[in-house]
């Protein structure tokens, strides 16, 4: 069975950090690229960063380039996403999301490309 499980939420203040994890179980892991999304109350869901199938490629939003990194350890099946410089806008249900990739630089920014999808993890920032 196909499986994502994300870890790692929880509550920070602004400026903080958190590292989401994101672990994969009975994929192939290496030819699958990831993606995070995340979802605020009343907001659609926004695609924050993606990683091709070796890590060699990826793709941050405007909203998070500079304060969060995406990488992958393949030989643990888990994809990471190291957010620092969090902001109150970042408050969201995070998820990660998966798909397989013919080729190992491809990379996929639409929510709509993916096809297994975590349950998701909520992320608040406050004082």
């Known amino acids: 069975q196909l499986q994502l499980v994300e870890s790692g939420g929880g509550l920070a203040q602004p400026g903080g950090s958190l590292r989401l994890s994101c672990a994969a179980s009975g994929f192939r892991w290496p030819y699958y690229a990831v993606g995070w999304f995340r979802q605020a109350p009343g907001k659609e869901r926004e695609g924050i960063s993606c990683?091709?199938?070796?890590?060699?490629?990826?793709n941050y939003a405007d909203s998070v380039k500079g304060r969060f990194t995406i990488s992958r350890d393949n030989a643990k099946n888990t994809v990471y996403l190291q957010m620092n410089s969090l902001k109150p806008e970042d408050t969201a249900v995070y998820y990660c999301a998966a798909r397989s990739a013919p080729f190992r630089t491809q990379i996929f920014t639409e929510s709509t490309s993916y096809n297994y999808w975590g349950q998701g993890t909520q992320i608040t920032v406050s004082s």
């Open positions: 990683i091709s199938s070796r890590g060699g490629s990826t």
